[in-house]
């Protein structure tokens, strides 16, 4: 195993992606599950789990295979799968809570086919990623391939972004509009490191940044997303001990 940037980036991330999804199926459960007729808590549970499985692919390749071109290649196509099926998820949820009259399915069949093309290019240019000076894995995509990726993952990461902003818009409870706008701002700042090192033009110096600096990001990411739903409770418990302490 080799410590990489990218690897520990990448599961961090991964981990606080599963801890939301974990929380929310808790939530889901307890308002009745699926016989309350809620749905959003599953499939909201659902994208986060896979979006969690999209990063930690590559957060395994990146610590296990660090040095090895062929390996983190198979472990790039194989993360497309699940970050195919996290951005239908998010699309799917968007129209089911924002637009309930409208039908889902076209919007659903482009970014299938999106999703199609980027696995397709992908086996067809064949990328070599590669461990860089800065620690990180440079995933050494094609223009093209760089581009369609990005606009996946995209659409993946701005779909819980509009979610968690209808949620904080119209959430009646304080704590919920809190972990909306959290999430919100945490989607945000995705977007944009996705940006910065997908699209922007490749340089040698530039790359080694921009890699380490989105892994630390990602990291960040990740860990807040822990501390969100750890947090809390933790101090709700303390203060009522405090509480109880003070009262006798």
Not at 66 to 95: C, H, K, N, Q
Not at 96 to 112: E, K, T
Not at 220 to 246: E, N, Q, Y
Request: glycine share 8%; with cysteine; proline share 5%.
């Amino acid at each position: 195993m080799t410590i990489t940037t990218t690897g520990i980036g990448f599961s961090l991330l991964a981990l606080g992606l599963a801890f939301c999804g974990a929380r929310f199926f808790r939530a889901f459960q307890k308002i009745g599950g699926a016989r309350a007729g809620n749905t959003i808590g599953v499939l909201l549970s659902l994208m986060f789990f896979s979006n969690a499985l999209t990063v930690g692919i590559l957060g395994a390749a990146a610590l296990f295979f660090a040095r090895d071109s062929e390996m983190l290649f198979r472990f790039l196509l194989a993360s497309d799968v699940p970050l195919l099926l996290t951005a239908v998820l998010g699309v799917y949820l968007i129209f089911y809570i924002l637009f309930p009259s409208a039908s889902p399915w076209p919007a659903v069949g482009a970014v299938s086919l999106l999703g199609v093309a980027v696995m397709i290019l992908t086996v067809i240019t064949h990328p070599r990623p590669f461990m860089d000076a800065s620690g990180g894995i440079d995933w050494n995509t094609p223009r093209i391939l760089s581009v369609l990726l990005s606009y996946l993952i995209f659409i993946h990461i701005a779909s819980p972004l509009i979610i968690f902003a209808h949620s904080f818009l119209h959430a009646p409870s304080r704590e919920v509009k809190i972990v909306s706008l959290i999430q919100v701002v945490l989607a945000s700042a995705g977007i944009i490191t996705i940006a910065v090192r997908f699209l922007l033009p490749t340089n040698p110096v530039l790359d080694l940044v921009r890699t380490r600096a989105s892994d630390v990001i990602f990291a960040g990411i990740g860990l807040t997303m822990i501390a969100v739903f750890t947090l809390p409770p933790i101090l709700v418990r303390k203060s009522a001990r405090m509480h109880g302490l003070k009262s006798s």
